[in-house]
């Protein structure tokens, strides 16, 4: 059964930090792409960043979040530095086999951060 859970979230103040994790009981693990979306209050959900190989990010977090994965504990993480505000949202990670595909999705964790 595939499933998707995220962990980490909670309130920071502005210019604080969190860790995100994605624990995933997903088959082969390693073959897919995994990333992180968020969607504030009223906002569509939007594209965070991503990993298979390499790691690609949004323009309004590169520089500040960082996404990683270990494949021996079918984990994805999300690094997140210099907490604005603006970033407060619910994050979820998705499981993808194509480019723009994701196929499996977690429930979310709210991230708050206040001013």
């Known amino acids: 059964q595939v499933q998707l859970v995220e962990s980490g979230g909670g309130l920071v103040q502005a210019g604080g930090s969190l860790r995100l994790s994605c624990a995933a009981s997903?088959?082969?693990?390693?073959?897919?792409?995994m990333a992180w979306f968020r969607q504030a209050s009223g906002k569509d959900r939007e594209f965070v960043a991503s990993v298979s190989k390499n790691p690609n990010y949004a323009d309004s977090v590169k520089g500040r979040f960082t996404i990683s994965r270990d494949n021996a504990k079918n984990t994805v993480y999300l690094q997140m530095n210099s907490l604005r505000p603006e970033d407060t949202a619910v994050y979820s990670c998705a499981a993808g086999v194509q480019l723009g595909s994701y196929i499996h999705w977690g429930q979310g964790t709210q991230v708050t951060v206040s001013s």
């Open positions: 997903l088959r082969a693990f390693g073959t897919y792409r």
